[in-house]
């Protein structure tokens, strides 16, 4: 069972987006589970983080974009800290749950900006960001694009990007394989009805694309290494890394 194909332009707007997650703090709050509807969350968890530390020598600045309630960020500190963050979400009430869990196990400073990553200005460059669960809500090639650029532009020489999220596939016959899978999934941890509601959220407000567009788009907006972590069904972690001299 694939969801239905919206096109872009009736997809969710940002106000509608911001309202759905305003509610959904406690779902969005655990971090040994992280969300349920996401295949291998936590292991995805664990290795965009443990990758992080492994590829970037100092941790001091760290932007997580779409953070939700803070989980991938308190996972990071797990492996170091303190470290100073800037956390990224629409949602006000997400920002102000994830700044209350993250305070109460560092030290470092945490500035909060309640915006679409789009459009919001960004204090630093950054030595960590982390990406997840958040790229999938971008839109056309112009969007993917320009999100990527500016990810690029905001790491700092020898810093790195984390990325999980949802992903579409290349192929017609593979993708059908995978989202067959994926509503396996869901009907085991759920049931069928919670299947219906996964699949109905993201036809309404996500538009994924392959985790191969995303290897390649990354080199392209000039990242010098681009690692594959773990690929799932529909859900993949991966990242890149920014070479600290260039020439």
């Not at 067959?180 to 993201?202: P, T």
Request: proline share 4%.
């Amino acid at each position: 069972m694939n969801p239905p194909k919206t096109p872009l332009y009736k997809k969710s707007v940002i106000d509608e987006i911001r309202r759905r997650f305003d509610q959904s703090v406690d779902r969005f709050s655990n971090l040994e589970t992280g969300q349920t509807a996401t295949m291998d969350a936590p292991l995805a968890m664990e290795l965009i983080t443990r990758a992080a530390v492994a590829s970037t020598k100092n941790i001091r600045r760290v932007l997580d974009i779409g953070c939700g309630a803070g989980n991938n960020t308190l996972k990071l500190l797990q492996y170091v800290s303190p470290f100073d963050c800037t956390l990224v979400d629409l949602s006000r009430p997400m920002l102000e749950k994830a700044a209350q869990r993250i305070s109460a196990v560092n030290s470092g400073d945490i500035h909060l900006i309640q915006s679409d990553f789009r459009t919001c200005d960004l204090p630093d460059e950054y030595d960590v960001i982390i990406a997840a669960a958040v790229l999938h809500h971008l839109r056309d090639d112009r969007d993917w694009e320009s999100v990527f650029q500016k990810i690029y532009n905001v790491t700092a020489p020898g810093g790195s990007v984390w990325i999980t999220d949802l992903v579409f596939h290349e192929t017609g016959g593979v993708h059908d394989l995978m989202w067959e899978r994926y509503a396996d999934y869901l009907v085991a941890v759920g049931g069928e009805k919670f299947r219906d509601l996964v699949f109905e959220s993201i036809d309404a407000e996500d538009s994924p694309r392959p985790v191969t567009f995303q290897l390649d788009l990354l080199r392209r907006v000039g990242f010098d290494i681009v690692e594959l972590l773990h690929k799932n069904s529909c859900y993949a972690a991966f990242g890149a890394i920014k070479r600290k001299n260039k020439g």
